[in-house]
């Protein structure tokens, strides 16, 4: 029986390469190039998505110190919520539309008065409407941040995700369009506003740079593009001696392993992402013939980074995760919601987390490659 794993990464030789013996001015050339691709006024290097974020956060609160709350989708990676409280702010969870991405509808509706930013995420790659967010955001004079973290190069109505905003935001860990290695090995903040330009440099000229460069890039070969090799080992190996070193990471700069490799996916970029809206196309096609698998968000003429599923009512993400992995399909389960517990009402974005699961998803997929995947997922859902 053919096993099906998810993709992490598109690592090749040179990735390899780059982490053994990266190039002195690796850092240059990635900013030059990230800022060639984004439009973007100026690119900041740091050592994540995260402290991307954090960074536009600081900026902000140094503006307008009296604004307390960041708006955020009630679906969202752990990752960024993370990042506003580490500020000592306070996010505020707009309920998500069919598409996994914050419903304008409900937005419109918040009060705005006590509102320092709103964090404007394309979740697994689906753009939201920026334009209208901006729009919103310049009437209510509140900032926003492009998070495109997951979507390097992507463009909507003709101009790169993650320009728009006053800041945006990449991210380069596991999963994402290019990948540099596990969480906390790079990232970067484009800065998209003129005006917010000196007082983000004040912060990053100062940083130190990231001591986990070469360490995570090892840990994410290993764990991640060996994992069929190496499998539960790799997990209680970090268990024992280095998952915690990776929680709450310092904000600080990429190192130039991380961007040597980075530069080595830039030059697959366009491949990846071709290959990956063929792999969409050829699911959305596939998936015809098989009425009982609903994709959740639209994926026709879509580049996405996973394909989410719904599944039908009494199978939970984890007993479907249990019974593919019997049948040799790798899956993942949904974002958690941090939220869960307050009295927040968020509907929409709580059932979707509770009722779908990601498939794999991989550019040099085939049709015989899907139809063993979808076949095994009717079967696991049928035995529930």
């Known amino acids: 029986m053919k096993k099906y794993r998810l993709k992490y990464a598109y690592w090749g030789w040179k990735e390899f390469w780059a982490v053994i013996l990266p190039k002195g001015d690796a850092l240059a050339k990635l900013k030059e190039a990230l800022h060639r691709i984004s439009g973007s006024n100026d690119v900041v290097l740091l050592n994540s998505g995260r402290a991307a974020i954090r960074v536009a956060l600081q900026v902000f609160k140094k503006k307008e110190p009296n604004k307390k709350i960041v708006l955020v989708p009630s679906y969202v990676c752990w990752a960024v919520v993370e990042a506003i409280t580490d500020e000592g702010l306070t996010p505020h969870y707009v309920d998500v539309d069919n598409n996994l991405n914050m419903s304008l509808e409900r937005l419109n509706t918040q009060d705005m008065s006590n509102v320092l930013a709103v964090i404007a995420v394309h979740n697994y790659g689906f753009p939201i409407d920026i334009e209208a967010i901006c729009s919103l955001a310049l009437e209510k004079q ?43 090995s790079g990232g970067a903040l484009l800065i998209n506003n003129t005006n917010l330009n000196s007082e983000c440099l004040t912060i990053t000229d100062d940083l130190p740079t990231s001591k986990n460069g070469f360490l ?30 990776w929680q709450n990471l310092p904000v600080a700069k990429m190192t130039s392993v991380n961007a040597a490799i980075l530069l080595s996916q830039m030059q697959k970029l366009s491949t990846i992402v071709e290959g990956k809206k063929k792999a969409v196309e050829l699911y959305e096609k596939i998936l015809t013939e098989y009425p009982e698998i609903e994709h959740v968000q639209d994926i026709k003429d879509k580049y996405l980074i996973k394909l989410m599923v719904n599944l039908p009512t009494g199978v939970t993400p984890m007993d479907a995760m249990e019974l593919l992995k019997e049948e040799g399909v790798q899956t993942r389960r949904p974002y958690g919601l941090s939220w869960a517990d307050e009295n927040i009402s968020c509907e929409y974005g709580a059932k979707m987390a509770a009722s779908m699961i990601e498939l794999p998803l991989f550019a040099d997929m085939t049709e015989e490659d899907m139809r063993n995947i979808l076949d095994r997922f009717i079967k696991v859902i049928k035995q529930k």
């Open 216 to 245: 995570s890039a090892v840990h994410f070969a290993y764990s991640y593009i060996f994992e069929k090799y190496t499998k539960n080992f790799a997990y209680y190996l970090w268990r024992i001696f280095g998952e915690g070193k």
């Open 142 to 184: 509140i900032f926003v941040i492009d998070d495109a973290a997951a979507i390097q190069g992507l463009s909507h109505n003709g101009r790169i995700l993650g320009s728009f905003g006053d800041y945006g935001v990449y991210s380069f860990a596991q999963s994402k369009t290019l990948v540099s290695g596990r969480s906390g």
